[in-house]
């Protein structure tokens, strides 16, 4: 076979009507001068255009110096003919626009032409209007395919991303990624590859089929990737997996990035370089982009889960050491209260005045006990609820006599705000007197020396108290929810306001967890469980009620409650 004489031009023309880019035109005929005619007429053109008189450099161009939107090429040329450059033309680019220049086409040409994707042919000798209409033709097709194409891939992605928003589980998100990816790429094999942020290198998750392994060199580029936080095609000297006797050289490798980092990558392998064109890496880096986000939360997930079952196993230890603790405690401490009162009633002086204090001391500790073994049957669902017809006013008068003495204690004013007629209403009374207490020794301990409390006693409407809740307060109830429940036409409120240090706006929900207190060195000083305002909001919504708090810090509080206003068992 005789050496061919191989002449390249390039010539870009470029009309300023244009604002896209010029089309990318190949020509490729072994005679010189339809190269030259060829080019000279599409000079007047939006082209730009490389021409050769060589075919296999035509196909090195196609494989490298691309993308071109058009390849013109003659059919007969030593070496491989134009037909067979369609045809490889095609699989390097499946939108490619082809136009075969051909004498005068026969049969057989025109069913291979079809068969190898070509877009027109044209006959020599041809005008260069004819050669204007046929190209400007194929390129409409070539963006008519592109568009459909686009489609496709954006329908694929959908559902790509689809499957792979459909998990949080970690195995079967690492089998779907790969398997959209190699869909999606039609790659021999692939590998999926995530970090653990224990390790400096990646862990090998997920492989396309057992019977391909990944080699080191694979691993290497794997973590160089990662690294690098950019995509790489490798045609590497080294091959990147095996499968018995066959090897695999070439491949992709693609970051899989969330919220800006790199959480793994997708290695996708296959020998044909064609595998790897622009389109496809576009493709496949939109998809590592979905893949990286789902693999961030699923990863998220299951520290949300493992955190969560954390918590439930605290929760439940807490439980347990509640019930311990007070069940222990209570025996002993009954002795040391019948030792102290007995002690107290039987000495004088000094002596007294310390079996006094011990008393007061065990009581407090009684206090606390009583408090861990509520919330204990609260938790476990045991509180009974004993519904009587009770006179509130008579019920809150009770609960602040028994917390004047403290209030004097500290110099403070404890004062009532009753309704002159009495307000009959079906409540559980030892209950009530329980959140009363609550909230008003809350309100003594909180409130400086020589400030004022005050406990209110009201009837609302339900209009009034939804206007209560459009205002700016706080509760850790779902308002709606128990205004829709109780569908009730009235409601009893109670309001305790105080004068004293406020909460800050953040704590406001919070200090309604069991164990909560505000973190703050007052707060420590008054001592206390943290567990009073948690008892006396599920007192409070057992009675199907509500409660809520407004507070200014350093200038004060109001702990408010409502409970349905029933006058007789529903
Ligand atoms: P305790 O009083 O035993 O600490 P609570 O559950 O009754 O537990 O209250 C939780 C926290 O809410 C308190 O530690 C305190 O920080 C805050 N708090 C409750 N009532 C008031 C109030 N009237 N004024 C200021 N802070 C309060």
Redesign the pocket.
Known sequence: MGQVPTITTETIVQDNHRLDAPSRILIVDDEANICDVCTRMLQSGPYHVVSTTDALFALQQLKTGGPFDLLLADIKMPLINGLELAERAREIDPTIAIIIMTGHPSNDHLRQAVQRGVTDFISKPFELSELRMAIDGALHKRLLLQDSLRLRAVEQLLQSSEAINATLEHVQLHQTILQMALRQSACQTGYLLVSDDSKPQLDLTQAADDTWQLLPPGYTIANETYTRRVPVVIDSPDALCVNGEQQIRRGLCMPLRAQGDVVGVLLLCDDRPEVFRPGIQEMVALLANHAGTALRNAHLYSKLQAAYQQLQELDRLKSEFIAIASHELRTPLSIVLGYAMMVRDQSHDDQREYAQRVLESAQQIKHIID?MVSLRHLELGEVPLTMEECELQAIVSQAVERMQLAAQDRCQQLSLDLPPDPIICLTDREKLLLILG??I???I???PDGGQICITLAVWSDGQLRAVFRRDVVSPDNITSVLEKANNAKWVVIQ?T?T????PRR?QV???????????S???Q???????????RELIALQQGIVW?E?TEDQ??T?SFALPYRVAIP
């Open positions: 408090d609550n909230l020794s809350n309100a301990k909180f409130t305790v105080d004293g240090i406020g909460i704590e919070r200090i309604f967890e069991r164990f909560y207190q505000v973190a703050d007052l707060t420590r008054q001592g206390g469980t943290g567990l009073g305002l948690s008892i006396a708090v507070s004060g509080s702990f």
